[in-house]
């Protein structure tokens, strides 16, 4: 990463205080019992309010939405969009003063894991609408925006898009070449450029564009910064280049190449600070991780339900398949993964309701786990179908083509994963810095700070204490601390090994990932198994439901996970490995 790429990503993520987060605080070793206990609910009035709709939103989808036909013919036929529109889904999120319905996170979530659990291409677009498209005007728009776009956005009228991906920028963002040059006499932008793989890009009357413009810096000259713009396809250069890209799945929706030619913008249509796109695109983005979120647990629920059913009732060797130690192991698995996406969504979407806590990290965890889940659960269920599994009478090979967008789409899993391991150890590393600048000039002063510091890169200090109130989980309460212990001392000493050169140190980074991902679902699931445990009338027992034993389940995976990470968190074999692929390569 190049001295530009780097202060770029200073300015971006960093140049504001920001509202601690959950897993920012893990990297410390710090847990907030008071942010994961208990397990974040809506107030009762919200949760029935939820169940009301959700009645309603399957009456609806029984009688309009067809997947089958969706993938086939791929197209989402223009009477479901406004049927949707009418049960108020495509503004489920907005506030009742812009036309919306105004419902939480918790409710919005609810909604898309029901949509997701049968077509994901009716999910995605709704996604691209609601919780990219249009929610960048929601947060970053002005009164007047607001007013003169949310109604017809929320009430499905006018449909949505959120344009970013270009032939040379994907996860990149920063490498927008699509440029916006100001003119002053008309108060205009004209923007030139090409945009591609635009979801709702040809049926959209409202799309977010990102385009590089000149933002005078403190010094007094100019440099480039990317700005969203609000653009219609009504301006005047406005092209279509391919209306809807032929796909492996999700086909239903519209993925579309755009091309802008001195495409004319009043200033008015600027969305956010000038210059401030990547944040307008980044905290968009978080919205749209934790959706991703709910359609891949949408999605697992169906293939779990369908895959138990299948082993009970399919007999082999003259016993149900439900018999075989293996696919007891696949039922196990799949059921102990459906408890911890859920945890993690509804523990990310309780974040975004109250916001208390900045979710930047966590929304990107919730994507990478859910959506490697849900590939696993999948897969896991084709084979305990067998050869049924891959004819199209049955829905897993839609599924299956519909589930690996998930992995690439809003931000590759490889890219998030050297995020979630940057972004995470960069406070940790400032503080560090700075324990060394105090050592420097004040060394007496800093001389606890130092002691501190190394009894816990020793290993000899405290794990934090994690508060449940089950005494039944409290060997796997207290085996979560000592995880969190050992996760915060490794990644200081990875920071003091690497220094400034730990961002190139992808290998690094993705293990570190790997253990923040497992603490975050796994402090999720612990919670949520506390919540219900002793929400059941007979407290004083644990009453092991098949969901209380999947979430156990699950702590034992994600410790297997944390384990194996931490192990080979330094290894010889990284070298080698690089050596291979650079021979392979000529790189």
């Known amino acids: 990463m190049d001295q530009d790429q780097m202060k770029l990503v200073e300015e971006l993520l960093f140049a504001e205080k920001r509202k601690p987060g959950f897993v920012k605080n893990l990297y410390f070793g710090d847990f907030l019992n008071e942010a994961l206990f208990p397990f974040p609910e809506p107030l009762l009035e919200e949760m029935e309010a939820a169940e009301d709709y959700l009645s309603l939103l399957k009456k609806t989808l029984d009688t309009h939405l067809n997947p089958d036909q969706v993938d086939r013919k791929a197209d989402i036929p223009r009477e479901l969009i406004e049927e949707l529109g009418k049960i108020g889904l495509l503004g489920v999120s907005v506030p009742k003063k812009y036309g919306g319905l105004g419902r939480s996170q918790y409710t919005y979530c609810k909604a898309i894991e029901e949509v997701a659990s049968r077509c994901s291409s009716t999910a995605i677009f709704i996604n691209a609408h609601q919780s990219i498209g249009l929610k960048a005007i929601l947060l970053f728009g002005t009164e007047e925006q607001k007013k003169k776009w949310l109604p017809d956005l ?29 003119n002053p006499a008309k108060k205009t932008y004209t923007i030139n450029g090409k945009k591609q793989w635009t979801s709702n890009g040809s049926i959209a009357s409202v799309l977010t564009v990102m385009a590089k413009t000149k933002v005078p810096s403190k010094n007094g ?10 653009v219609t396809p009504d301006m005047p250069g406005f092209h279509i280049k391919d209306k809807a890209l032929e796909k492996v799945g999700v086909r239903g929706t519209k993925t579309t190449n ?24 980044l905290t968009a983005l978080d919205y749209g991780r934790t959706t991703f979120g709910a359609m891949c647990l949408g999605a697992a629920k169906f293939c779990m339900q369908k895959a138990i059913s299948h082993a009970v009732n399919r007999y082999q060797f003259k016993r149900p398949l439900a018999s075989f130690p293996l696919v007891k192991k696949k039922i196990a698995e799949m059921a102990a993964l459906v408890y911890a996406m859920e945890a993690s969504l509804y523990l990310t979407a309780g974040f975004i309701d109250t916001g208390i806590h900045d979710v930047m990290l966590e929304s990107a965890i919730l994507k990478v786990f859910a959506s490697e889940s849900l590939w696993q659960i999948i897969y896991e269920t084709m084979q305990i179908y067998g050869g049924r599994s891959f004819f199209t009478d049955q829905p897993f090979e839609r599924m299956m083509r ?16 050297a995020f979630i391991g940057a972004v995470g150890l960069r406070d940790v590393g400032m503080e560090m810095k700075d324990l060394k600048d105090k050592t420097l000039s004040h060394p007496l002063s800093a001389a606890k ?22 005494e039944a989980l409290q060997s796997e309460s207290n085996r979560l601390a000592q995880n969190l212990k050992s996760f915060s001392g490794a990644a200081k000493k990875a920071l003091i090994y690497y220094r400034e050169d730990i961002v190139e140190k992808q290998l690094v980074l993705d293990r570190l990932a790997t253990c923040a991902i497992a603490l975050y679902t796994a402090s999720a699931t612990l919670s949520k198994l506390d919540k219900e445990s002793l929400s059941r009338k007979d407290k004083s027992q644990t009453v092991e439901t098949p969901d209380y034993l999947a979430g156990k389940y699950y702590l034992e995976m994600a410790n297997q996970k944390i384990q194996e990470s931490l192990h080979g968190l330094i290894t010889p074999l990284d070298p080698l490995l690089e050596k291979v692929s650079d021979e392979l390569t000529g790189i």
């Open 221 to 230: 000259e100019f440099e480039d910064k990317v700005t969203a713009f609000i």
């Open 402 to 417: 519909d589930a690996r967008l998930n992995m690439i789409g809003e931000g590759s899993n490889e890219v998030l994963r």
């Open 449 to 470: 700070d130092i002691f501190s510091l190394g009894i816990e890169l020793v290993g000899v200090s405290k794990a934090p204490v994690v508060e449940v109130k089950n």
């Open 154 to 182: 929320a009430s499905g009228k006018k449909i949505a898009a959120f344009s970013l991906t270009e032939p040379n920028a994907g996860s990149d963002a920063s490498g927008v070449e699509t440029r916006a040059e100001y």
């Open 258 to 281: 755009l091309e802008f030619i001195n495409l004319e913008v009043p200033e008015e249509n600027i969305l956010g600070p000038l210059g401030g796109g990547l944040k307008v695109c």
